[in-house]
């Protein structure tokens, strides 16, 4: 990630938000196109990463944030991972307070209207029948 | 008899034409595709199923319409595979993923029907990520075929998550194939393989028996081996459908060929903050692109994406949206059976994402959308390398090495904007480069225009892997 955009998120306007912060552990989580590269340039682009001044921490109330998400997912699912997931968790849950910190960053007011829009429905035809699936469901699976 | 490469590398378009004619068999092609995929495969990891059965029982069908005189159009009796998200009747459908490795639908997916009415002939269900990459991953073995190698370097990715439609169209398995996309996934896996990709506008072509892996994202589109056979398999498989929520209405989804927009009136923007970094090989052939196309279109100037949190927008809506669509798969624990480390837990944590933040990243949506429609005001396509690097190897760690912004992806996903990738060069280390081309909401015309004006100017398109 960028961490100058880390610093200054509170600060920024929609205009100024400068781009992009590398979509870093979780991003590659959130991201499903983590983009691979030619060995002879991936050096290049991982010196441009570690060119940048490193991560500002977390506040206290984001990294209390953090804490919560990966004590909230141990809770429910812990007994079913290994010691090194439930590192991982601990790691993602904190990547992904980065993005989310730029995301609540961005200035909205009460009138920004979402991108989900309800369809409404006016005739009286009925749905169409939802054809069924066949075969082995996940949980079932061996 | 098997037919030569010649013919199997030949585009839908003139392969069409000889079939038409009745200069080419459709069994004959179809055999001769099934033979090469069969013998190929295995070094590619291509396709996850091979249909010879239904593929002979179409192609046999098309010799005979065909010769009675009933020609149904530009894919009547042309091979292709399908993404293996999209339901077949008869055959597994896997998602990719080892817990779905079982998985029957008993019907087809709207992309399938519509390419059945057109007469085409489905050779195999293409191998990908496991589902899509929607629980994420790491590594390009996220599947369960395991990674498919690129024709052009067996030792490189094809990238994802249409990973084997890329490899497929590339090494000539079959005339085209069907990718999806939520974010990059048929954009990146045409520039890494050298092929032409186009992402429809979302809603125009029906998602209906479609893997779904985020609702307000996902895109299915043709990876063919020109611009021009991009378009002419759009007009097949776009079309409204009641069937899926997100579907446009007919006039607005309906593609006809034929009406493309006249290049020497496109206006082309060169966006400058596409990528924060190029490989200077990769962005000295897109320079020499807009050197070709300068004196063919009314305008080539500078362009800039709207600045704002984009891609963690995009990430966030993916990540909910995925984790409601996997819910079941993550609470049952069955993402452990995932073939990727990062699969088996990024879902628990994409659960914990809270609702309000994604709220959040709609409500910026809207102002990404209104953003990046006002460059459709001076711009007709707006142009930018694929991606900023060539094929990543098969062993590159994904997230730790090479993660990185993708303003673009981000932007023309999240508002649903057509864009179409197609080769424009070669690394020293002789691996494709690509250029992708976007315009606004509906306007594929624009991006086949562009795309195809380029293709009449150069022949990267026709160029073949070392694979034979």
Not at chain 1, 57 to 82: H, M, N
Not at chain 2, 138 to 158: D, H, Q, V
Not at chain 2, 310 to 336: M, W
Not at chain 2, 355 to 384: H, K, L, P, W
Request: charged residues 20%; proline residues 7%; aromatic residues 6%.
């Amino acid at each position: 990630m960028n961490p100058r955009i880390g610093e200054s998120a509170g600060l920024l306007s929609r205009r100024d938000f400068a781009l992009k912060a590398a979509l870093a552990a979780a991003g590659a989580a959130i991201a499903p196109t983590a983009l691979g590269a030619a060995p002879g340039l991936l050096t290049d682009l991982a010196n441009l990463e570690a060119q940048s001044p490193p991560s500002t921490p977390l506040s206290a109330e984001d990294q209390a944030q953090v804490e919560a998400r990966a004590s909230a997912i141990l809770r429910k699912y812990g007994e079913r991972l290994s010691l090194e997931q439930k590192d991982e968790i601990r790691r993602l849950s904190t990547e992904l307070q980065k993005p989310l910190i730029r995301l609540r960053a961005y200035p909205l007011d009460n009138s920004s209207q979402p991108a989900t829009v309800l369809k409404l429905v006016s005739d009286a035809k009925p749905a169409p029948a939802k054809p069924s699936r066949r075969g082995v469901k996940p949980h079932d699976a061996q | 008899m098997m037919l030569s490469d010649d013919v199997l590398y030949l585009p839908v378009s003139e392969l069409g034409r000889r079939l038409r004619a009745r200069k080419l068999s459709p069994v004959i092609l179809a055999e001769s595709y099934l033979a090469r995929s069969e013998r190929l495969n295995p070094q590619l990891n291509a396709y996850v199923t091979l249909t010879r059965d239904l593929a002979l029982e179409q192609a046999h069908a098309a010799e005979k319409e065909i010769g009675a005189g009933h020609y149904r159009g530009p894919l009547h009796g042309i091979p292709y595979a399908a993404k293996d998200l999209l339901a077949v009747k008869g055959y597994p459908t896997t998602w990719g993923a080892r817990p779905y490795a079982n998985q029957t639908f008993d019907y087809d997916a709207a992309v399938v029907e519509r390419l059945n009415r057109a007469g085409a002939v489905l050779i195999g269900k293409a191998a990908m990520i496991e589902l899509a990459g929607g629980m994420g991953y790491r590594f390009a073995s996220a599947s369960l075929t395991g990674p498919a190698k690129n024709p052009w370097n067996e030792g490189c990715w094809t990238c994802g998550s249409s990973s084997g439609s890329g490899a497929i169209v590339s090494a000539a398995l079959a005339a085209f194939a069907i990718g999806t996309e939520t974010w990059g996934s048929i954009i990146c896996p045409s520039g890494f393989c050298g092929i032409s990709g186009l992402r429809p506008t979302f809603g125009r072509v029906s998602r209906y028996g479609a893997m779904a892996l985020a609702y307000s994202l996902d895109k299915i589109g043709p990876m063919a081996r020109s611009a021009e056979d991009c378009g002419l398999i759009l007009a097949a498989i776009a079309g409204h459908d009641s069937r899926d929520r997100s579907s446009l209405s007919e006039g607005e989804a309906k593609f006809e060929i034929g009406l493309a927009a006249s290049s020497p009136r496109l206006r082309v923007g060169r966006l400058t903050n596409a990528w924060k970094k190029c490989d200077p090989e990769i962005a000295g052939a897109v320079d020499d692109v807009f050197d070709a196309l300068k004196k063919h279109v009314a305008a080539i100037e500078d362009a800039e994406l709207p600045a704002g949190p984009f891609d963690e927008v995009a990430g966030v809506i993916i990540s909910v949206e995925g984790a409601a669509a996997f819910r079941d798969l993550i609470e049952s624990g069955k993402v452990a059976e995932l073939a990727d480390p990062l699969g088996r837990v990024a879902g628990y944590v994409n659960e914990q994402i809270p609702a309000s933040d994604y709220i959040r990243a709609q409500q910026v949506r809207e102002i990404c959308q209104e953003g990046i429609n006002g460059i459709f005001d001076t711009f007709d396509v707006i142009a930018a390398p694929t991606l900023p690097l060539a094929a990543s190897t098969l062993d590159t760690n994904l997230e730790k090495n090479l993660s990185f912004p993708d303003p673009l992806g981000a932007i023309g996903n999240l508002c649903g904007l057509p864009g179409i990738s197609v080769p424009c060069g070669f690394t020293s280390q002789k691996l494709p480069i690509g250029i992708q081309l976007v315009a606004r909401c509906g306007n594929e015309r624009a991006v086949l225009a562009a795309a195809n004006l380029y293709q009449q100017l150069t022949d990267w398109h026709t160029r073949r892997p070392p694979i034979s």
